[in-house]
């Protein structure tokens, strides 16, 4: 499992913006750059869609204050829901999606949940990352993925 100190692993992963979907590798898009990666399990789940992307949303100024790059949301889901989750709301052109469509970058991370008791397969823990030039130098793992009290924005900021 990931863990603070370690390399972000470098992987191919498909960014969803304000565009269209793009391929990228996480070199690319973490180099140089301090971002904030927030990973929920489903896209228009209950907590994810009401509680955990909210707080993003609702802190944004307050993140980007800290002077985070980007804030990037991984769901194990693929780029068209994505795309129509990440459309459903107002959100700034550096406030990206990765769609983990396959859960090769959760697996890789070492955060794969099991979620096929609820008919969703293997999905992502829920969890917040601080990453500073490819370097993950913050890393909170929900206990309970289906709640947020420990990966919200509010407890990131504490953080930075």
Known sequence: M?????????NKVTVVGSGEPKEIETDELFSEKKVILFAVPG???????NSHLPSFIEKYDDIKDKGIDNIICLSVNDQFVSKVWRDSKSLNDDFLFIADGNAQITDTLGMVLDCSGFGMGNRS???VMLIENKIVKK??????PG??????????????
Request: charged share 25%.
């Open 125 to 127: 823990n829920r969890y």
């Open 2 to 10: 990931i863990k603070e100190g370690d390399i972000f692993p470098n």
């Open 139 to 144: 890393l909170i793992i929900e206990e309970n």
């Open 43 to 49: 896209a228009f789940t209950p907590t994810c869609n």
């Open 147 to 160: 709640v947020c009290d420990l990966t919200n924005a509010s407890e990131i900021l504490k953080s930075i």
